[in-house]
C-alpha cells in the first residue's frame, strides 16, 4: 500500500467547501443557473414580506363585528375565522350539539393515528375501528343513549370530509386489490369485468359520478325505494377511487419478479396463500408513494361532493362567507381550510416516507 | 403412495411442448427412480428449463403423459398441489423472498402448506440450515446475504418441506466463481443422503461426481443419455461431441 499520510493531508479546494463553496456550486454554477437564482431571489422578496406583513404583522385576530375588524386591520382579520370557526368545522349540524362532531373528529384522528403505529397491526385494529365508527354513527345521528336524532342532511364541515375520506379509502382499497389482481387473472371473464370497470369509472370524472349517483339513480330506483344523498355520495366517492387505486396496485404487482411467484407456486402455496403472503406484501410496498398520492387526491376529491349539496368543510365555508354581517373574508376563510387540508396531507406524505423506510429490508436483488 | 416400490418417481412419457408455433419439447421419454442423481446439460435455448419446469407445472405441456411419485400431473389443482408438495426447485436466481427473513423464508410454506406448528417448522429450519451451513443468518433478510449464501438458504427453503425429488435450474450460474463451491459442497452432501435430484448444470466435475446418468439435450430432444463416465469418455453423437469440446475447451 502507498503511504497513507500523503492521500490524508490533501485537503480539499477551499471553494467547495463552506457555504461559499456549497452556494457556487448550487446557486451560480452558470450563466442560467445564475440568472434562476436572481430571479427566485426577486419573487421571493416581493412576495414573502408582503404575506407575512398581511397574514401576521397587520392581523387582526379579535374583532367585535366585521366593520371593526376592517377598520382596524391593515391586513388579515383573522376574527372571522374565529367567528365563524363552529360554522366552518361542523357546517348545519345542531349549534348546541357540536361537542358531538367535535368528538367525532377526535375519534378519527386518533384512529388514524393509532392504525399507523406498527404496534397495532394486528386483527384488533379492525375491531377497534368497527367500535370507532359505530360510535361515530351513534354520535353524529344520535337517536339513542338520549342523544337527540339529528338527520344527515345537517351533518358537515370536517366530519363530513372525514366521514367521507375515510370510509371511501377504507372500502376504496380492498376493492382495488381485487380489481387489480383480478385484471391479471387468468379466468376471461374476471378479467374482462375488472377492465370494463376500471376503464368505465377512470373515465369519467368524479363529478359526473357524483351527479349520477344523486341525480339519476333516483329516476331509476323504483318509487319508494330512497337512499340517501350521503350514502349515494359515499358509494361514488368509493366506486371512483377504487379504479384509481386498482391501477395503482396492477402497478405493484407487474413490477414484481416473475420468480417470486414461481418460487411461491414452487412451495406449493395455493393462489390466496402465494398473494396474501408473498405478492400482495411485496407489490402493495413498492407503490406506496402512488398509493399515498391517491389517498391524497380521494381526500381532496371529497370536497366535490359540493356538486349535490353536501356540506362538507370547503362547502360550510363558502356558506359562512355569505354572511351579510361578515362579508369579503374569503381570503382568510380559505386560508384557515386550506390549513386544515394541508396539515393532513403533510402528515399522510410524512407518515408515507417513513413507512417506506421501516418496511425496507435490505438492498433488492 | 405408488412410488415405494421400485418403480419410477418421474415418468415423462412422449411430452411435448410448443410456445406458438415453436416446438420446445419433442417426444421427451424420461424415467427417474428413487435416489437416482441426473445433470441435465446442453446448448443455451435447447429446452432443459422448460423440461423440469413441465415436472412442477411451472409450465404446461401440451401433449403426453407425466407423472411425478405416481400422481398423474393433469390440470386438476389438487394433484399440482400435491406434487409440488414433494418437489422442491431450486432457481437460477434463487428467488427468496426478500420482505421475510431467512427463517421466515423457511417456515412460510412448512407452516401454511404442510400446516406444521410453528415451534416445530422453526426448530426443523435450523436444522436445515446448520446443513447448509449459515445458521447464523438466520435473522437476516435475504438482501443482507452474498449470493452464495443466498442459494444455499433457497435450497434450505425447498429442504424445509421435505420432498421426495429436487429439481436444480442452474444453481450456480449467477454466482461468483469464489461461491460456486460453496453451493456444490451443499449439492454434494445432498447427493449424499440420497435424494432424487435433477440438475440442469454446466458442472462437469459436479455431474462426474455425483451423477449417475448424464443428459444431453439439443433443440427440445434428448439426445444422448449415459453415465458419465461414458458419456465423458465416449459421446457417441456429433452434437455431443461438438456441445462437450465447447465447455470442456
Ligand atoms: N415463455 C416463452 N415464450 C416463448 N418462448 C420461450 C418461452 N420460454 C422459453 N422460450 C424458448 O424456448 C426455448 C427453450 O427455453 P429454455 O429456457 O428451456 O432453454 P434452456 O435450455 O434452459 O436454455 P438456457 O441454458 O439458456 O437456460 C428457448 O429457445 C426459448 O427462447
Ligand atoms: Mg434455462
Known amino acids: 500500500m502507498t503511504a497513507p499520510t500523503a492521500t490524508t493531508e490533501l485537503k480539499p479546494p477551499a471553494l467547495s467547501q463552506g457555504w461559499l463553496g456549497w452556494a457556487r456550486e448550487n446557486l451560480f454554477a452558470g450563466p442560467l443557473n445564475t440568472l434562476l437564482t436572481i430571479l427566485t431571489v426577486w419573487l421571493l422578496l416581493a412576495t414573502v414580506p408582503a404575506f407575512i406583513d398581511w397574514a401576521l404583522l397587520k392581523a387582526v385576530w379579535s374583532a367585535p ?37 367535535m368528538l367525532v373528529v377526535v375519534i378519527f384522528l386518533a384512529m388514524i393515528g393509532l392504525s399507523c403505529l406498527r404496534r397495532f397491526w394486528t386483527p384488533w385494529l379492525a375491531l377497534y375501528w368497527i367500535v370507532a365508527l359505530t360510535a361515530v354513527g351513534i354520535l353524529m345521528w344520535g337517536g339513542v343513549l338520549g342523544l337527540t336524532y339529528v338527520e344527515n342532511e345537517r351533518w358537515g364541515g370536517l366530519p363530513l370530509t372525514l366521514i367521507l375520506s375515510v370510509f371511501g379509502i377504507a372500502f376504496a382499497f380492498p376493492l382495488s386489490i381485487l380489481l387489480a389482481l383480478g385484471r391479471r387473472s387468468n379466468m376471461p371473464a374476471i378479467k374482462a369485468l375488472c377492465v370494463i370497470y376500471i376503464e368505465l369509472i377512470r373515465g369519467v370524472p368524479l363529478i359526473s359520478l357524483l351527479f349520477m349517483a344523486s341525480v339519476m339513480l333516483p329516476l331509476f330506483l323504483p318509487t319508494g325505494v330512497n337512499f340517501d344523498k350521503l350514502l349515494r355520495a359515499q358509494i361514488a366517492i368509493i366506486l371512483f377511487a377504487a379504479a384509481y387505486l386498482a391501477e395503482v396496485v396492477r402497478g405493484g404487482l407487474q413490477a414484481l419478479p416473475k420468480g417470486q411467484y414461481e418460487a411461491a407456486d414452487a412451495l406449493g402455496l395455493s393462489y390466496w396463500q402465494k398473494t396474501g403472503l408473498i405478492i400482495l406484501p411485496q407489490a402493495l410496498k413498492l407503490v406506496i408513494p402512488p398509493l399515498v398520492n391517491t389517498f391524497i387526491g380521494i381526500f381532496k376529491d371529497t370536497s366535490l361532493v359540493v356538486i349535490i349539496g353536501l356540506f362538507d368543510l370547503l362547502n360550510s365555508l363558502k356558506a359562512s362567507l355569505v354572511d351579510p354581517a361578515w362579508p369579503g373574508f374569503s381570503a382568510e376563510g380559505y386560508i384557515a381550510v386550506s390549513l386544515i387540508y394541508f396539515a393532513l396531507c403533510y402528515f399522510m406524505s410524512k407518515y408515507s416516507q417513513a413507512l417506506e423506510a421501516r418496511l425496507a429490508t435490505g438492498h433488492k436483488r | 403412495m405408488a412410488s415405494d416400490g421400485a418403480g419410477p418417481v418421474i415418468q415423462m412419457r412422449n411430452v411435448n411442448k410448443w410456445y406458438g408455433q415453436f416446438h420446445v419439447l419433442k417426444n421427451i421419454n424420461l424415467q427417474v427412480s428413487k435416489g437416482e442423481r441426473i445433470v441435465i446439460c446442453g446448448p443455451s435455448g435447447s429446452g432443459k428449463s422448460t423440461m423440469i419446469r413441465c415436472l412442477n407445472r411451472l409450465e404446461e405441456h401440451q401433449a403426453g403423459d407425466i407423472a411425478v411419485d405416481g400422481i398423474q400431473l393433469t390440470n386438476d389443482l389438487k394433484n399440482i398441489e400435491k406434487i409440488r408438495r414433494e418437489v422442491g426447485m431450486v432457481f437460477q436466481h434463487f428467488n427468496l423472498f426478500p420482505h421475510l427473513t431467512v427463517l421466515e423464508n423457511l417456515t412460510l410454506a412448512p407452516i401454511w402448506v404442510r400446516k406444521v406448528p410453528k415451534a416445530e417448522a422453526e426448530a426443523s429450519a435450523m436444522t436445515y440450515l446448520e446443513r447448509v451451513r449459515i445458521p447464523e443468518q438466520a435473522n437476516k433478510y435475504p438482501g443482507q446475504l452474498s449470493g452464495g449464501q443466498q442459494q444455499r438458504v433457497a435450497i434450505a427453503r425447498s429442504l424445509c418441506m421435505n420432498p421426495k425429488i429436487m429439481l436444480f435450474d442452474e444453481p450456480t450460474s449467477a454466482l461468483d466463481p469464489e461461491m460456486v463451491k460453496e453451493v456444490l459442497d451443499v449439492m454434494i452432501s445432498l447427493a449424499e443422503t440420497g435424494m432424487t435430484m435433477l440438475c440442469v448444470t454446466h458442472e462437469m466435475g459436479f455431474a462426474r461426481q455425483v451423477a449417475n446418468r448424464v443428459i444431453f439435450m439439443d433443440y427440445g430432444e434428448i439426445i444422448e443419455q449415459n453415465k458419465p463416465e461414458e458419456f465423458f469418455r465416449n459421446p457417441q453423437n456429433d452434437r455431443t461431441k461438438l456441445f462437450l469440446s465447447q465447455i470442456l475447451h
Open chain 1, 65 to 101: 363585528t366585521a366593520s371593526v375588524c376592517r377598520e382596524a386591520a391593515g391586513g388579515a382579520c383573522w376574527a372571522f375565522v374565529y367567528e365563524k370557526h363552529r360554522l366552518i368545522l361542523f357546517g348545519l349540524y345542531p349549534f348546541e350539539e357540536h361537542w358531538r362532531p
